[in-house]
């Protein structure tokens, strides 16, 4: 297998299919506008935390991509084009039923990202790597 074909199967691939399963499971309506509002502060913390997992992972797998394409400076790349998906997947929110733009939402997608970042780099430590190698 030649480098690129490797670069696109193992670095790309499961970035674009993880982004396009972020932006299929934003399309579908909020599942907790017809939820009593007793329990919606229990989901709107989970959803604080779905966010922070979901832009973690997000944030991990372009940083590898990019890492591995030997793009300069991949941890700040991966950060501002995090931060412009969050923002964009929030406006696409507002033609969704149910949905609305959250600050709330892309400040917690920003420290999923951060979380991703201080990973990456905790990781590589541990494993008495550079992160650059990771």
Same mark, same amino acid.
């Given at each position: 297998?030649?480098?690129?074909?490797?670069?696109?199967?193992?670095?790309?691939?499961?970035?674009?299919?993880?982004?396009?399963?972020?932006?299929?499971?934003?399309?579908?309506?909020?599942?907790?506008?017809?939820?009593?509002a007793t329990f919606r502060p229990v989901f709107?913390?989970?959803?604080?935390?779905?966010?922070?997992?979901?832009?973690?992972?997000?944030?991990?797998?372009?940083? $590898?991509? *990019? =890492?591995? /394409?030997? %793009?300069?400076?991949?941890?700040?790349?991966?950060?501002?084009?995090t931060l412009v998906y969050s923002v964009l997947?929030?406006?696409?929110?507002?033609?969704?039923?149910?949905?609305?733009?959250?600050?709330?939402?892309?400040?917690?997608?920003?420290?999923?990202?951060?979380?991703?970042?201080?990973?990456?780099?905790?990781?590589? $430590?541990? *494993? =008495?790597? /550079?992160? %650059?190698?990771?």
């Amino acid at each position: 297998m030649n480098r690129t074909t490797k670069l696109i199967l193992l670095y790309w691939l499961p970035f674009f299919v993880y982004a396009v399963f972020v932006f299929y499971f934003s399309s579908l309506p909020d599942p907790y506008v017809k939820m009593p509002a007793t329990f919606r502060p229990v989901f709107s913390f989970s959803s604080m935390i779905i966010h922070l997992v979901e832009y973690c992972i997000f944030y991990i797998l372009l940083w $590898r991509a *990019l =890492n591995y /394409s030997r %793009f300069s400076n991949a941890f700040g790349k991966s950060f501002v084009f995090t931060l412009v998906y969050s923002v964009l997947d929030e406006v696409h929110q507002l033609f969704v039923y149910g949905r609305y733009f959250s600050v709330g939402d892309l400040f917690f997608d920003m420290v999923g990202a951060f979380l991703g970042w201080a990973l990456i780099v905790i990781c590589g $430590r541990l *494993l =008495n790597k /550079s992160v %650059f190698c990771f």
